[in-house]
């Protein structure tokens, strides 16, 4: 009990560490590069200084994402980054809460997310474009004390295969951009709305080999919001 | 543009004709359907048997991933006459996950008779104790179909610490100290028989001894091996049979008569 919980508490405290430091950083006001020539000798510094701050700022996370269903909780909340040419790599870090249905306790379900967005189709306005396809590959850890990343001890070696509390998830979705005029923005540059359908690991060995278990069976829809901070 | 959203509203319907539309994980167990089907059809079972000397059951286990071989047994239990009930000897699932429990259900749901179910270790996985008790039942129980009693008792020790009593010394006792007036044989049911890696082996003596104060004990069923079984496992006579995995296609069926028992193998 208390050494998984406190493995949850170090990876709460590391994510609050990453979404805080270089939030601190970029608020402080920059170190500038003086043309001075008495500090040239210190041009060297102030160019590390450059980019260790550089290196940070990449870090802020430049998106909040909310999520329904999934595989990932109830509903999960989390901070994403996105990079490459047209920004059309994500990745996102959502915690998500699962309640308790028919279970004993309510429990938190972490995921680690990768998007990928090849296109993006204008609709013949400005302020709102679509994503016809993402696709996306996550891992999720349930946070209990009756999972296991693989099995305990006690059993002879090879009894459950699986892990328990990792689940690989794949899928497929689209998305809708709506872009918030310049004048108009508060907390964000554009609100996206999307939807995944997916399925994951278990289910997939479940379908393999089986006739009954149909590939609907197994397929399920998610719904999310996107809010593009900068 | 109305032709994209068109679109994606078409692709939206489409996935709102899936069974079950959101999954909040493969563990949450989030219920669909029927629910209690243990203390439902143990109902049927008492009434449909009520004052009889001659019932007849399949028992069978272990159906894990093997949901088509499942509906073909479903298909040849259904062709037996005179069948009374079924028993699941447990391992309904291969993860423990609450979809597998569901699709295992509506499967079993096709029998022309009731049955009743057993917790397999299997089913333990996870949250996967949680949905199968939520669709099935307790974990220990036992009905009275004529004049047999069935004790139906969670043997998957490996699976629990000690603060959960598996197996339950208490609830044998319950059985033993309060035999209804119509009782006059027994029946004991379990996933894992004694001496495999799964059962609590430092008790398995007095686990037999226990068994044996139940009134008419005739014989011991059971699951878990994946094989065809047939024991005297502790030298007292009295027989372990263990059924075989659904995926090889077989099940044992039993006769109790008044004058005592038969059973055979059938293959589908």
Not at chain 1, 23 to 42: F, H, K, M, Y
Not at chain 1, 172 to 192: H, M, S, W
Request: with cysteine; glycine share 8%.
């Amino acid at each position: 009990m208390s050494t998984k919980w406190s493995i949850f508490k170090t990876m709460a405290a590391a994510a609050l560490l990453v979404a805080a430091l270089p939030a601190q950083a970029g608020g402080r006001s920059r170190l500038r590069l003086t043309t001075d020539p008495d500090s040239v000798i210190n041009e060297r510094y102030h160019h590390r200084i450059h980019h260790l701050q550089s290196a940070w700022e990449k870090m802020i996370p430049s998106m909040v994402k909310l999520q329904y269903a999934g595989g990932m909780g109830m509903v999960s909340g989390g901070i994403g980054w996105d990079y490459g040419r047209s920004r059309q790599w994500e990745t996102d870090f959502m915690m998500g809460f699962l309640p308790k249905f028919e279970s004993d306790k309510a429990k938190l379900v972490l995921t680690l997310k990768e998007n990928y967005i090849p296109w993006e189709v204008g609709l013949g306005r400005s302020d709102i474009s679509l994503d016809p396809l993402t696709v996306s590959v996550y891992v999720t850890s349930i946070i209990a004390d009756d999972f296991w990343t693989s099995q305990p001890e006690r059993y002879p070696e090879g009894y459950y295969w699986f892990s328990t509390r990792f689940r690989l998830n794949l899928s497929l979705g689209q998305r809708l951009v709506f872009d918030i005029p310049e004048n108009r923005r508060k907390l964000a540059r554009n609100l996206t709305v999307f939807y995944e359908v997916g399925t994951n690991d278990f289910y997939l060995l479940s379908l393999w080999g089986n006739e009954y278990i149909k590939f609907k069976d197994i397929l399920h829809l998610s719904l999310g919001l996107k809010f593009q901070i900068f | 543009m109305i032709k994209l959203y068109t679109l994606m509203a078409v692709a939206l319907l489409a996935l709102a004709s899936c069974d079950d539309l959101f999954d909040y994980h493969p563990y949450d167990t989030d219920v669909d359907g029927e629910k209690g089907i243990n203390a439902k059809n143990i109902v049927r079972i008492e009434q449909a048997c009520k004052g009889r000397d001659t019932i007849r059951f399949v028992m069978m286990g272990d159906s894990h991933r093997s949901y088509d071989e499942e509906k073909a047994l479903v298909k040849s239990v259904n062709r037996i006459a005179g069948l009374d009930f079924l028993i699941h000897g447990g391992d309904f699932s291969e993860y423990g996950v609450t979809k597998e429990f569901e699709w295992h259900r509506d499967i079993l749901n096709g029998l022309n008779v009731p049955y009743v179910a057993l917790i397999g270790n299997h089913d333990c996985m996870g949250d996967g104790e949680y949905a199968f008790k939520a669709i099935f039942g307790e974990e220990n129980f036992s009905f009275v179909a004529g004049n047999v009693r069935f004790v139906c008792l969670n043997t998957n020790a490996f699976e629990y610490d000690y603060s959960n009593p598996v197996p339950n010394f208490g609830f044998i006792e319950e059985c033993i100290m309060d035999v209804p007036a119509e009782v006059s044989k027994h029946v004991a049911v379990m996933h894992a028989p004694p001496y495999s890696e799964q059962f609590n082996n430092n008790v398995a003596k007095v686990f037999e001894y226990a068994l044996t104060q139940l009134p008419g004990l005739q014989f011991c069923l059971h699951a878990h091996c994946h094989k065809l079984l047939q024991d005297t496992i502790f030298d007292d006579g009295i027989v372990y049979y263990g059924s075989d995995c659904v995926e090889h296609r077989n099940y044992l069926l039993f006769t109790i008569k008044p004058d005592g028992y038969e059973h055979e193998v059938v293959y589908f």
